[in-house]
């Protein structure tokens, strides 16, 4: 998650549109496919022939410890040695991978939403992972797959693209709720809620007795599709979205009510205000990524007292459901060279003891199964109660579509939400229009 407007003063804002970059005019022919053992790919020349490059996002400590890590791997691999290079937010990394493949020279490889990895497979420039993974020298057992949460892994295999696995999950987080238990307590409230009628109530109390808003509200497509997945719903069935679903006007409706009520506001895209907001004391609830809780606790000045964080609620709580997120890494079509080198750092970054050391050392989560016995997590998780609520969510947490057009759709989705936060449609339209502008988004990539 990045960091750079965390700290800017909470200003209740009412009316953003979030833009999300999108692709068009980017397919090109597609490249015969690249398999262990081949030579050169055709066309894409690597773009530093003495490293293998990285192209990552990740800032201050997270960016910090990337690093570490790739020298520790440096000083143990033979082959070409990794060079981590930031390169911008999400969407800027999306462009500039986007012009490297029209300029037919690519890194290594590249963090990538499964909405973006999408966009580059038809160009021939990313490299199924299958090969690799299945290897008999250089892949994974069915030991190391079967200790790899399921969702984590099928996010990254492409049914579209021949079920190929086109990339590897790298810094994966859910969706949760952060509460502040100051405003709670003033409002007479003991616990977060775990059901969304609960919130409701809840969101009322804390008006009421406190005269703030409950809810302060990223514009998001993510965490949309989390609360649909957490009210029963599924957000695609083959390649027909289904917002006009009952779980999805549902959660429209949900942000109609709260917006009404003024129980919610939208803060300014692109900042953290929400979490200014939590930590001033200002809101009770906040929905955000799992991979924030160590920003949190560094501006609530190690407080524990003060805050927590829970599951989202959800529609039955017997059956709970949340988003998974985050970036994953892809292989691109250069030399084979290139490809080996990043498929070797892939592996040893996604180690148990890695994974542990890189989500005690960024908030992200460890994908592993085996991580759950390693000391240096346990005595993490018994250091605070809520340590470990985000990791618990992963045996229920869900995928994001990684279809053809689904980039375009995440702007269609916030498009919604903003409609619906600054009153400009009802819940219930705003999911119906929504379903059809995404239909004929998504029938554009048939």
Known sequence: METENFMQNFIPIKQF??????????FMLICSAVTVGCGASDGFRPIDDSSA??????????????????????????GLPIKVERSGNYTEIFRKVSASIRARSLP????????????????GAVVPLDAFIYHPELGLSQDDLDDIFPAVLQTNRFDEFEGKMYS?????????LYFNRRVLDDADIVAPPKTWDEFLRQSRQIKQQTGKYALAMNVDCSTIDG?????GGEVIAGRETLFDSPASIGVFELIETMVKEELVYQITPGTYDDEVALVNDQVAFTLRSSSGLSNVMLAMDNDKSRWGLAHIPQVNIDSPATVLYGPNVIIFNTTHEQQEAAWEFIK???????GVRWALGTGYLPIRKSAISHPDLQAHWADWEYNRAAYDS????KPEPNVAGWQQVRSLVENAQTEVLTGMKSGRQAAIDLKQSADRALAQHR
């Open 17 to 26: 549109h979030s833009v999300h970059v999108l692709m068009s005019g980017l």
């Open 53 to 78: 490059v990285f192209w990552d996002r990740q800032t201050v400590e997270s960016a910090n410890l990337l690093r570490e890590i790739s020298d520790e791997f440096n000083a143990i691999y033979t």
């Open 108 to 123: 290594a490889m590249a963090v990538a939403y499964e909405s973006m990895t999408s966009e580059y497979i038809p160009t």
């Open 168 to 176: 590897f999950p790298f810094a994966k987080s859910v969706l949760m």
């Open 227 to 231: 609360l649909i997945f957490s009210m």
């Open 348 to 354: 040893y970054f996604t180690d148990t003891d890695v």
């Open 394 to 397: 992963l045996v229920f947490a």
